[in-house]
């Protein structure tokens, strides 16, 4: 099983930026995905971006597509969220996790098998 760390996250003004770690340990195979989840307060958690583990495949929820890029650093096991302009509605906990197999249609909680502690995000208005 991946265990999974996040890092990064913290109190920004809306139209601002911020950077998302997560740190990655066990063996990851190239055909696993690596993603982002939010839950916001009184909501559910839900998707907002997966990479896969070899190769450039992405996927991204609408509401965070050509505002967020996630991306990956195979040799030290990360993965990066860059969160650009963002609005109060990103405020969440992020949840970093990892599913064994990357489909763009495996966008769901369930779908994924490690998850990490997660780490706040506010954006203040």
């Known amino acids: 099983q991946i265990q999974l760390v996040e890092f990064g996250g913290g109190l920004v003004q809306a139209r601002g930026s911020l950077r998302l770690l997560c740190a990655a340990s066990?063996?990851?195979?190239?055909?696993?995905?690596l993603g982002w989840f939010r839950q916001a307060p009184g909501k559910e958690r839900e998707f907002v971006a997966a990479?896969?583990?070899?190769?450039?495949?992405?996927n991204y929820a609408n509401s965070v597509k050509d505002r967020f890029i996630i991306f990956r650093d195979n040799a030290k096991k990360m993965v990066y969220l860059q969160m650009n302009s963002l609005k109060p509605e990103d405020t969440a906990v992020y949840y970093c996790?990892?599913?064994?197999?990357?489909?763009?249609?495996?966008?769901?909680?369930?779908?994924?098998?490690?998850w990490g502690q997660g780490t706040q995000v506010t954006v203040s208005s």
């Open positions: 996790a990892a599913d064994r197999q990357y489909s763009s249609s495996r966008i769901g909680v369930t779908d994924f098998g490690s």
């Open positions: 066990g063996y990851i195979f190239s055909s696993d995905a």
């Open positions: 990479i896969m583990w070899s190769g450039t495949s992405t």
